[in-house]
């Protein structure tokens, strides 16, 4: 079975360009978490799909980043226009619902983004 | 708001020797999960043990096992018999109760482990 995905696995790009970054959740998880880890610091949660729908975007930076899930299978995120403290890995991760308590989150491998 | 704090940035340990890497959190909240994830260098990062909160036994995984000191708010990981494979870098993390919700990590420990 193949594991969560992630694309690219590294991006260069200027500020104020755009970025999207892209993430493909095991087959049949319907959950889906995006986190980032800034240089030296925690990993943090930045949102949260069940299907395509967005479950908590509590931990979003800003307006210039935007989460989509369309039909509920892959996922991007797009920094528009990025900024230099957007430098950091992208995690996805992506689990079954389920009514116990086991949730277990399978991470992708990220994506290291950096804004020069 | 919760936290969760890793002291340890890195940690070295000898071949077939113990290490514990330590790890503490902050919540209010009675109804929990612990978690240790493992990233080895330039791989995914997957999940190495999970401990409930309402459960007073310490979780185990062949080698790997947890110190689980409710009242202390600690959560350390013990690695018995380390092998090169071993080395990673570790994270602690919480999840609030409830079937499923975002982690909240610790900063990590980078593990060496000498041959």
């Known amino acids: 079975e193949a594991g969560v995905t992630q694309f690219p696995s590294h991006s260069v790009i200027e500020k104020g360009q755009t970025v999207t970054l892209r993430c493909d959740p095991i087959s049949g998880h319907d959950n889906l978490y995006w986190y980032r880890r800034v240089m030296g610091k925690e990993i943090k949660f930045l949102l949260h799909f069940v299907k395509e729908s967005k479950q908590d975007e509590s931990g979003m930076p800003n307006n210039r980043f935007l989460a989509e899930r369309t039909g509920g299978t892959y996922s991007t995120l797009k920094v528009q226009p990025a900024e230099l403290e957007d430098s950091g890995v992208y995690f996805c991760?992506?689990?079954?619902?389920?009514?116990?308590?086991?949730?277990?989150?399978?991470f992708g491998p990220g994506t290291r983004l950096l804004v020069l | 708001a919760q936290t969760v704090t890793q002291s340890q940035p890195e940690m070295s340990v000898q071949e077939a020797e113990t290490v514990t890497l330590s790890c503490t959190y902050d919540t209010s909240e009675s109804d929990y999960y612990l978690f240790w994830y493992k990233q080895p260098p330039s791989r995914q990062m997957i999940l190495v043990i999970r401990?409930?909160?309402?459960?007073?036994q310490n979780a185990t995984e062949n080698r790997f096992s947890v110190n689980f000191q409710k009242a202390a708010k600690s959560f350390s990981l013990k690695i018995s018999d380390s092998q090169l494979g071993d080395a990673a870098m570790y994270f602690c993390?919480?999840?609030?109760?409830?079937?499923?919700?975002?982690?909240?990590f610790g900063k990590g420990t980078k593990l060496s482990v000498k041959p």
């Open positions: 993390a919480y999840r609030r109760g409830g079937s499923q919700g975002n982690l909240i």
């Open positions: 401990q409930e909160a309402y459960k007073q």
């Open positions: 991760a992506s689990s079954q619902v389920t009514p116990r308590p086991q949730e277990t989150q399978y």
